[in-house]
Nanobody
Framework: QVQLVESGGGLVQAGGSLTLSCVASGTIVSISAMEWYRQVPGKQRELAAR???????WYDESVKGRSFISRDDAKNTMILRMNNLKPEDTAVYYC????????????????WGQGTQVTVSA
């Protein structure tokens, strides 16, 4: 009933920029926190950036100062702009949202996107 679809990943040279998008669709009443996680093979998925419902943001130290997260609740969309990319930013990036559905509006449910690969070449 709810789907998250990421886009914007790809191959970029070190020092370049990338914009990741995540769009939620379905029977949505509202979305609470929106988050970007990233995962490299053999390691746990880690939170990279977060924006809550009132627009407060948090960034992991590894991306702070180089990244900007935003949301558009009218479009159920979250954006992550990453600048000055480094090879260590190479990972699969996943979006995560806490969603209230129309059929069960009192419950916040966790939804994940399918992931988008970001590869930064040296």
């Amino acid at each position: 009933q709810v789907q998250l679809v990421e886009s914007g990943g790809g191959l970029v040279q070190a020092g370049g920029s990338l914009t990741l998008s995540c769009v939620a669709s379905g029977t949505i009443v509202s979305i609470s926190a929106m988050e970007w996680y990233r995962q490299v093979p053999g390691k746990q998925r880690e939170l990279a950036a977060r924006i809550n419902k009132i627009g407060e943001t948090w960034y992991d130290e590894s991306v702070k100062g180089r990244s900007f997260i935003s949301r558009d609740d009218a479009k159920n969309t979250m954006i992550l702009r990453m600048n000055n990319l480094k090879p260590e930013d190479t990972a699969v990036y996943y979006c995560h949202m806490g969603v209230r559905r129309t059929d069960t509006a009192w419950i916040v449910r966790d939804y994940w996107g399918q992931g988008t690969q970001v590869t930064v070449s040296a």
